[in-house]
């Protein structure tokens, strides 16, 4: 029978909690399946790294390429361009293909905790290539200028055509999440030295560790410099695509100049709009509106982080409150020595009927301070180093005799066991 229930408990399925993930089945060691699953991590990582690397040299090459032609050095039919951006385009093929080989191994990686989400796997790799592949072709192609808005300078700048590398250009903007993914890669190693058992703290207290989360660290751990660094990032950018727009749909005009993009960024940024320069392309309207509804979230969030860090932490408060009692406490006594003076000195002038009045009316207002100091300490807990010190040794004391009742007890215990056995 002992046997049969042995059985009946081994066949029983394990009970685990959701958010642990079990293991992969045990057709393999554990050691092996420890060893497979570190292999992916790390070659997970590589990838991403070398994704970063190969992104950076097309964002690089791409305004090389652009700022030439803006400032008509080469044009797009040249040898030079169609080499430049023929760079581009292996930088952005081999980018590809270390967005496949991540993904592969994040899925690998998934494999080895008996995760299944294939479909939301599938749908992040079709994403993230969308959003790579766009970049500018070898070659000069051309569309019909889009809508653009009629003035003095447009009449006198446009052109009936517009080179599709500027548009393509400004979508290659959006490799910046590359630098976030490498961001997180590094801080999540060094954060984490046993990432698998942070996932699983991670399920049983419902956080998520993403790029969310990290940002949330980073703006923790360096509120200035996260704040900083975001800000940079939106007006660089912006100030980029604003003059890649202008100078594409209309060359030769005052906002091909980066800084006067710049410049125009930055107050629109802040919403102040001075109108010495303005958007006049289509494109560069809809960066100016960007930037303006950017400039409304990001204003107020910075506030907020610079207010925050100007508050007082748990210690300051301690130590402001700590002063002001012990000012209270001193007013009290300063009031209680008036009173005891006022007293003394018209009790020994009693017989002198003016000096005495004097003394009396002196008295009563000091007893009259004295009061309201005591009634002001009522509200407030006094707080004496000297009684923290006999607080501490009284909780000494209470522990040390409870620890010697425990031995006490044990001892007895034992003496009991051993009689037991005796009899």
């Known amino acids: 029978m002992g046997l049969d229930v042995v059985k009946d408990v ?34 997970r990582r590589l990838c991403i790294y070398l994704k970063c690397i190969f992104g950076a040299i097309g964002i690089v090459f791409m305004i090389v390429e652009g700022e030439l032609f803006i400032s008509k050095t080469l044009e797009k039919d040249s040898f030079a361009s169609n080499a430049l951006k023929s760079v581009i385009s292996i930088s952005t093929a081999i980018l590809l293909l270390f967005i496949i080989l991540q993904h592969k191994y994040q899925r690998r990686i998934e494999q080895y905790f008996n995760r299944h989400r294939k479909w939301r796997w599938c749908v992040e790799m079709i994403i993230e290539i969308l959003v790579c592949i766009v970049h500018p072709f070898p070659g000069s192609m051309k569309i019909p200028k889009p809508l653009q808005t009629m003035s ?69 751990r360096y509120p200035f410099k996260f704040v900083i660094a975001i800000l940079m990032i939106v007006l660089i950018t912006n100030s980029y695509a604003m003059q890649t727009c202008e100078s594409y749909t209309f060359p030769g005009s005052e906002m091909t100049s980066f800084l006067n993009s710049l410049w125009l960024v930055m107050i629109t940024f802040l919403t102040i709009g001075y109108g ?21 979230g990001l204003t107020g969030f910075i506030f907020s982080v610079f207010v925050h860090q100007f508050e007082m932490n748990r210690d300051e408060k301690y130590l402001l409150k700590f002063s002001k009692e012990e000012k209270r406490k001193q007013q009290r006594r300063i009031a209680a020595s008036n009173v005891i003076k006022c007293f003394y000195k018209a009790a020994k002038s009693k017989g002198q009927k003016s000096k005495y009045q004097v003394w009396k009316v002196k008295f009563w207002k000091a007893v009259s301070v004295m009061r309201r100091s005591a009634k002001k300490c009522k509200y407030y807990h006094d707080i004496d180093l000297v009684d923290i010190q006999r607080t501490v040794q009284n909780i000494e004391k209470r522990q040390n005799e409870i620890l010697n009742l425990l031995s006490h007890l044990r001892d007895n215990r034992m003496t009991d066991e051993n009689s037991n056995t005796s009899l």
């Open 10 to 43: 081994k066949s029983r399925p394990k009970l685990r909690c959701k958010s642990i993930p079990a293991r992969v089945p045990n057709t393999l060691p554990n050691s092996v399946i420890l060893r497979l699953k570190t292999n992916a991590i790390r070659n």
């Open 152 to 220: 003095k300078e447009s009449s006198e700048l446009t052109r009936d055509h517009v080179y599709l590398d500027g548009y393509l250009s400004l979508f290659m903007i959006f490799r910046f999440y590359l630098f976030g993914q490498l961001i997180s890669e590094l801080l999540s190693s060094q954060l984490f030295s046993n990432r698998t058992l942070a996932k699983h703290l991670a399920g049983l207290t419902s956080v998520r560790l993403n790029s969310a989360f990290i940002m949330k660290y980073l703006l923790f």
């Open 276 to 296: 010495d320069f303005y958007p006049v392309s289509f494109c560069g309207r809809c960066v100016s509106a960007s930037t303006g509804f950017l400039g409304i």
